[in-house]
């Protein structure tokens, strides 16, 4: 193999597939679609950002016996993506999903904006001095939160969307820029919040309802675009109310809700997703709004929908019982009904202390998808289904040793107009955990039925079972694990397939080479085969290893990040289809109060009788212009795409360039001290060069003048009942 003179490892997990969530957020990398369809010999992503109209490709990546369609943070943006995928099958043939007219009934995803960060109010008196903020928006257990770059994340106490940063308030007054790093190490969100004590915002006291909020206006509109439509101006307006009630053991909150209104909107005015009523006595809470979700993880995977939820917990137990919309909704619908669109559930938790620190939980879900909404990403299904959940977990930690036991029964029918009754099938995990002196030591076992499906994760990856294995270990800040499994696909013995087993093996090392940088490596090697070959023609055999290396650090205001992926698979029975790939990307960012600046480079190569090559390039850029009240903002993004057999050769330039300018230092009304205006001009441009077909050429630009009027105007009032 002719890459083994780099050194890093990319490790390949076994199990249930991996699918983008609905809706995904801007900023966050997602998985459109992957298969295991041995028959495909490459693979293209088309997608556009939804209202545009050309569509990008991007090669799909091999990874094992996975083909996978993903898109990089950076080209996941609101309000959605538009994809198809082509895949050329090893007779010569390309098949599309969806299947009929792809390119004009593209498969959507809808992209909802970053995670929002804003001071929920700041706490000052005998218990401490705490820092309580608001995080809307889908924010995972491993994230980080800094405070003008110092990391606080060990003095965070999380309830839902409120942040408690404790005993902090004192050391941090006035302007912060706080932000959200994932567990990659990527920011996803940053906003500057004022921390200053006389600008806190205070608790209710009790028998005291309060009312604050703000609200703004803006005017802007399109002025000039290349088709000589002039376009028009157009008036929006937010109210965004924030509402507290406290009386003895009862509180009742509103914490956000944002009233929209678009002048050209279809309604005009909505309510946003995001808000959430609720309503606490003593250790029992009533939510109201966009809720969030979770239970036992094979029946109800985490998720966020808009309905009501009921919940209670005692000394060493605690349940919940919740009724949502099984579709996403906007607007102003509620999404609480009693119709079929619903999804109703139950988790129950018992916590038994003095046998081992263990755990016994309860899940019980019931609903319907009635109608093709995009959580069924990567499949053309539009048919209804509906189905039944119940599982159980048990958890144990006993000597050391722990113990993970989780059963499940679903009854799901895929198609609830097909006259087939639905079908039934179970899955089961259980996992061992121990520590010799430092050394983690895991295994575990997983059994997932051909027709195991829950109505909130209607494509769960079943028909599987196997056994994993970890070792791992830190001796002082060096880390390393070792990774093993054996899978068996088509659990059944369905004689009309194959039965596939796959075997892989990986080992990590990660290391510092620096103060504030450290170094990742890696290696591993999976391979298929097929057993008890049914009469088709679907036999596996092939090999695969693949490369890693990566770094990563952060030197004051610099971060960086590098990352080269290097991989081979061997097709023993057809060497013809061998294919190799190759993936490198650059990270580099610059941060102040003032400027900040990333810059992204990428290239992605896939090889086997015909190779692909796609190049990008992403610049991001913002600074003061004359004075800090002028803001300049740059974005540039470029792509190269490339095939050998010339089914491809474009470039694709995309730019921005907006100045903002607050008026504030010229416009004073002292009566209205609120009054902040500000006025922007925009310039966007798009063009696509096709050197094989200039038919699909194409340019085009547009510039966009906005004003805004206020800060926006904020109110608080407060009455004693």
Not at 564 to 572: M, V
Request: with cysteine; proline share 3%.
């Amino acid at each position: 193999m002719r890459y083994l003179h780099c050194l890093l490892v990319g490790l390949t997990i076994f199990g249930a597939s991996v699918q983008a969530q609905e809706p995904s957020f801007s900023g966050q990398a997602v998985t459109l679609y992957e298969t295991e369809d041995e028959a495909i010999q490459a693979g293209t992503l088309f997608y556009r950002i939804e209202g545009g109209r050309q569509f990008f490709a991007l090669p799909m990546q091999r990874k094992g016996y996975l083909w996978i369609a993903g898109l990089a943070a950076h080209q996941v943006q609101t309000p959605g993506i538009e994809y198809y995928v082509a895949l050329r099958l090893r007779d010569g043939t390309v098949r599309t999903e969806p299947a009929n007219y792809p390119e004009y009934n593209p498969s959507r995803l809808r992209i909802e904006p970053p995670a929002v960060i804003s001071l929920k109010r700041v706490d000052s008196g005998a218990e401490g001095e705490d820092i309580r903020l608001l995080i809307q928006g889908v924010v995972a257990d491993d994230t980080r939160l800094l405070i003008d770059d110092i990391d606080v994340t060990d003095l965070i106490q999380r309830d839902g969307d409120e942040w408690t940063i404790t005993e902090s308030a004192s050391l941090f007054e006035g302007s912060q820029i706080i932000t959200l790093v994932d567990g990659q190490g990527t920011v996803m969100v940053d906003a500057i919040v004022d921390l200053a004590e006389e600008e806190a915002v205070q608790a209710a006291r009790d028998g005291e309802l309060v009312l604050r909020g703000n609200a703004g206006i803006n005017m802007g509109g399109r002025q000039v675009k290349s088709d000589g439509d002039q376009g028009g101006w157009v008036f929006t307006g937010n109210l965004n109310l924030n509402t507290e009630y406290l009386n003895g053991d009862f509180r009742s909150e509103l914490p956000s809700a944002n009233i929209n209104y678009d002048q050209e909107g279809e309604p005009r005015v909505t309510l946003s997703a995001g808000y959430l009523l609720r309503n606490t006595y003593k250790n029992h809470t009533l939510d109201i709004g966009d809720v969030s979700i979770s239970g036992m993880p094979l029946v109800l995977s985490s998720f966020s929908r808009r309905g009501i939820v009921a919940s209670s917990e005692g000394q060493t137990w605690k349940g919940s019982v919740f009724n949502v919309r099984t579709a996403m909704v906007d607007g102003n619908n509620s999404g609480i009904s009693f119709d079929e669109r619903q999804t109703y559930g139950v988790t129950v938790e018992k916590s038994f202390v003095e046998i081992g620190n263990s755990s016994l939980q309860l899940t019980a879900v019931s609903g319907e998808l009635p109608q093709p909404v995009t959580a069924s990403v990567g499949s053309s299904q539009t048919s209804p289904q509906a189905g039944d959940a119940v599982g159980v977990e048990f958890s144990s930690q006993w000597g050391g040793l722990g113990l993970s036991v989780r059963m499940a029964q679903t009854n799901f029918d895929n198609d609830t107009l097909d006259n087939v009754e639905a079908v039934s099938d179970s899955a089961y995990e259980l996992s061992l955990s121990k520590d010799f002196s430092g050394l983690a030591t895991q295994l575990a076992y997983l059994h997932y039925g051909a027709d195991y499906a829950t109505i909130t994760n209607p494509n769960f990856s079943g028909d599987r079972q196997g056994v994993n294995a970890s070792l791992g270990s830190q001796w002082h800040k060096l880390s390393w694990s070792l990774n093993m499994a054996r899978m068996e696909d088509n659990v059944d013995k369905e004689i009309t397939r194959a039965v596939v087993v796959s075997d892989t093996a990986g080992l990590m090392f990660d290391f510092p080479i620096m103060a504030k940088a450290s170094l990742n490596l890696g290696y591993s090697i999976n391979q298929q085969r097929s057993s008890d070959e049914p009469s088709v023609d679907d036999s596996v055999d092939n090999q695969g290893q693949e490369i890693q290396l990566g770094m990563s650090g952060n030197m004051g205001m610099f971060a960086l990040s590098w990352q080269s992926q290097l991989g081979e698979l061997t097709n023993k029975l057809d060497r013809d289809n061998d294919s190799e790939t190759e993936n490198h990307s650059f990270g580099l960012s610059y941060q102040l109060k003032k400027i900040a600046m990333n810059l992204n480079l990428s290239q992605q190569t896939s090889s086997t009788q015909i190779e692909t090559v796609a190049s990008l390039v992403n610049l991001g850029l913002s600074l003061p212009l004359f004075s800090d009240n002028v803001i300049l903002n740059l974005q540039f993004s470029g792509q190269e795409n490339s095939a050998s057999d010339y089914s491809q050769d474009n470039t694709i330039f995309g730019g921005s360039l907006r100045a903002s300018w607050t008026l504030q230092d010229i416009v004073t009304i002292k009566s209205l001290d609120w009054v902040n205006p500000r006025f922007s001009i925009s310039w966007t441009q798009h063009r696509t060069v096709d050197r094989l077909d200039t038919s699909l050429n194409e340019s085009s630009h547009s510039v966009m003048l906005d004003f805004s009027l206020g800060a926006p105007y904020s109110f608080e009032n407060r009455w004693q009942l």
